[in-house]
């Protein structure tokens, strides 16, 4: 299996569509000689945890301007 | 003070990053992220009467960000279109191994914290949106299809290239 194929099949595994047998055991015998394959399947794991870490801060100047929407509609209202 | 007795002139403060955050992580445009917080609790103080205190305010919140999300996806995804036998080379070798090569171990060694956001950003929308879908709110590839107006085989194929792209923006800051 090249290095091309198995990149796809490791992804579809990531998206949990399940690959034939015959495809899986050839995934599983190139990643045992691929170290690169082996760090892409790596980075798939590391991208989705790192994506659950990350925050944000909305800007005070933001906050105030939707403070300011809200107390007026809620005296409309 | 329980959550539900905060006034809405005060949930930018309490919520607001909270609902940003959310907001960046699928979308990624600072400007975009802000209106839509910006409506959300707009929406949120409209529909205050019908929130019946039965989940935490924040989460009800969420739920009609979520909503706005969702809809700002089907308007701009309109373009999301790819080629069943997508071009590979770019990424591949033509004996089929990679051109950057990235060993176990060293993904995070290459910067993916500093580096994820700034690639995220750069990804262009019609690989962006579908992988944040499935990445952050794990939605099902119907689900995605669904949202994005198209086939399931072309989301694999999109949700593919997506990795190969952040991959490669990580390892070696090609966009």
């Known amino acids: 299996m090249k290095c091309s194929e198995a990149s796809w099949n490791m992804s579809q595994l990531h998206d949990g569509v399940k690959l034939d047998s015959k495809v899986e055991s050839e995934l599983n015998a190139h990643l045992k000689v691929c170290p690169p394959c082996r760090g892409f399947q790596e980075s798939l794991g590391q991208i989705s945890d790192q994506l659950q870490a990350h925050s944000k801060t909305l800007s005070d100047s933001v906050k105030d301007r939707i403070s300011q929407q809200l107390a007026q509609r809620d005296l409309d209202q | ?175």
């Open chain 2, 1 to 175: 003070m329980s959550q539900s007795h905060i006034p809405p002139e005060q949930w930018p403060y309490e919520y607001g990053d909270l609902l940003y955050s959310y907001a960046f992580h699928r979308i990624g445009h600072r400007e975009v992220c802000e209106d839509l917080v910006q409506d959300c609790l707009i929406r949120g103080l409209g529909a205050w009467s019908q929130f019946r205190g039965d989940s935490q305010v924040s989460t009800w919140l969420v739920g009609i960000l979520k909503n706005l999300i969702y809809d700002y996806f089907r308007k701009h995804s309109k373009s999301v279109e790819v080629s069943m036998v997508d071009d590979m080379d770019e990424f591949f070798l033509e004996d089929g191994h990679w051109r950057f090569e990235t060993l176990e171990g060293e993904v995070l060694q290459r910067g993916l914290h500093s580096q994820l956001s700034l690639c995220l950003e750069g990804l262009n929308d019609r690989y962006r949106i579908p992988f944040l879908l499935k990445e952050q709110d794990e939605l099902s590839g119907e689900e995605i299809a669904d949202i994005l107006g198209i086939k399931v085989n072309a989301l694999w194929i999109i949700l593919h290239r997506a990795r190969l792209k952040l991959k490669q923006c990580i390892e070696g800051g090609h966009s």
